[in-house]
């Protein structure tokens, strides 16, 4: 098979299109630019933490039933587990939008890294909401019925009905997780190909000075200090 | 769940009791849950801790 016929293949197209845009040193990087030195950039990695484990608790709900969930100890905690691990992806998400839209993380042709992240965040919305219309008890009831007067106004009530459990169970358990999930591994992705954002130049400076020793390694090592470079 | 689980469950319960409808703060036409402003303000401080609070390691630059 020559060079020639491999190229047309897709395989091969996408083959050489990871491998040029995203080579394994920058997929998995030993070090970051010095300015990531700071706890603001941490925040979108605590969400990704903050996501497995309602991915891992949802997992675990979804095998036991809501009989499991609101009458056995282990199961009220797993409830629990899974609605205060959604609470802290949202507070961690949120502070993390924060800081990148103070920074401005859309420049240097970042635009998608922020359109991902932003339809991610209202994506978890969606999927918060129908999470608390699965609860199978008198509050799932209550905002169903105050949902749907709302969603109804906004003419999507024919196709997303609040009042359908079976469906909203779907959308929760299903549609709206693999949404986030996709949308947070292209996000992480396109950090990954055009790196974490430099902060605002000085004034009268073109680009973010980094100084002689630009990178440091997981443990704020420069290179050639015995850190990994 | 263990015996301790379920009294370290009942005593955080307790810590707080939760049997009564939730407490609102009303500004005129805004009004917001106490626990939901808890909240915002709770992320404001991590966020304004996350820009000021050194990180830990030596920075070089």
């Known amino acids: 098979m020559s060079v020639q016929t491999e190229k047309v293949q897709w395989s ?10 995203l080579p394994p040193s920058q997929l998995l990087p030993d070090e970051q630019p010095v ?10 990695a605590l969400s990704i933490a903050a996501f497995g484990v309602v991915l891992a608790s949802g997992l675990w709900l979804s095998l036991k039933g809501p009989t499991w969930w609101h009458t056995s100890s282990i199961g009220l905690f797993v409830n629990s587990l899974h609605l205060w691990s959604a609470e802290l992806f949202f507070f961690f998400m949120v502070i993390h939008l924060w800081g990148k839209f ?14 991902t992240g932003s339809v991610a965040f209202l994506a ?8 608390y219309l699965s609860q199978q008890n008198f509050a799932s009831q209550w905002i169903a019925s105050q949902g749907k007067d709302g969603l109804n106004a906004a ?16 959308w929760h358990i299903v549609l709206f997780p693999l949404v986030v999930g996709a949308l947070i591994v292209i996000h992480v992705l396109l950090v990954r190909k055009h790196g974490v954002v430099p902060p605002y130049p000085v004034e009268g400076q073109e680009e973010f000075d980094t100084g002689p020793e630009a990178v440091v390694d997981v443990q704020g090592r420069a290179d050639g200090e015995g850190g990994v470079s | 769940m ?5 009294t370290f ?19 005129g036409w805004f009004q917001i849950s106490t626990a939901n402003l808890v909240v915002i303000l709770l992320m404001i401080v991590v966020f ?3 820009l000021f609070v050194p990180f830990p390691g030596r920075r070089f630059q």
């Open chain 1, 12 to 21: 091969a197209r996408v083959r050489e299109s990871a491998e040029k845009n």
């Open chain 2, 9 to 27: 469950a009942g005593w955080l319960g307790a810590m707080v009791n939760l049997d009564h409808p939730a407490h609102y703060v009303h500004w």
């Open chain 2, 2 to 6: 263990g015996s301790i689980g379920v």
């Open chain 1, 155 to 170: 003419g999507v009530g024919a196709f997303f009905n609040v009042l359908n459990f079976g469906q909203m169970l779907m």
């Open chain 1, 35 to 44: 300015y990531v030195h700071s706890w603001i950039y941490v925040f979108g």
């Open chain 1, 124 to 131: 978890s919305i969606g999927t918060a909401f129908t999470g």
């Open chain 1, 102 to 115: 103070w920074m401005a993380a859309w420049r240097g042709n970042r635009s998608m890294t922020w359109v």
């Open chain 2, 48 to 50: 304004v801790l996350a």
